[in-house]
């Protein structure tokens, strides 16, 4: 849990509970190499945040971009039903930094 010097891609975005959740990519290559997450949410906003931050280190952007809520709610063992937009915030957040990166690429190439 942390903010990132300089990373590659970041994302902020605030949930309909109004969680914010933010997330940071740093990329070695093809793969992400490190990812730190902040949320000024409850408990179980970062336990998603953590858990997610830990699942795409060493795949590729693509890989990261197909995890579902469910795949991070399985990978939690669950939430409370009233906690499972947790789930729902911390991957819309990291589709938008994926997204972010996506976009500096292609400006890159451009």
Not at 68 to 73: A, G, K, N, Y
């Amino acid at each position: 849990m942390g903010r990132m010097d300089a990373p590659d891609a970041r994302a902020v975005l605030t949930g309909w509970c109004g969680d914010t959740m933010e997330i940071y990519l740093r990329l070695n290559g093809a793969v992400i190499q490190e990812a730190t997450f902040v949320t000024d949410g409850c408990g179980p906003s970062v336990a998603c945040g953590n858990m997610l931050a830990t699942m795409v280190q060493d795949m590729a952007p693509g890989e990261a971009g197909q995890i579902s809520p469910q795949d991070l709610l399985h990978a939690l063992d669950g939430l409370p039903e009233d906690s499972t937009h947790c789930a729902e915030l911390a991957v819309n957040t990291l589709r938008l930094a994926l997204a972010d990166l996506e976009q500096k690429g292609a400006a890159e190439t451009a």
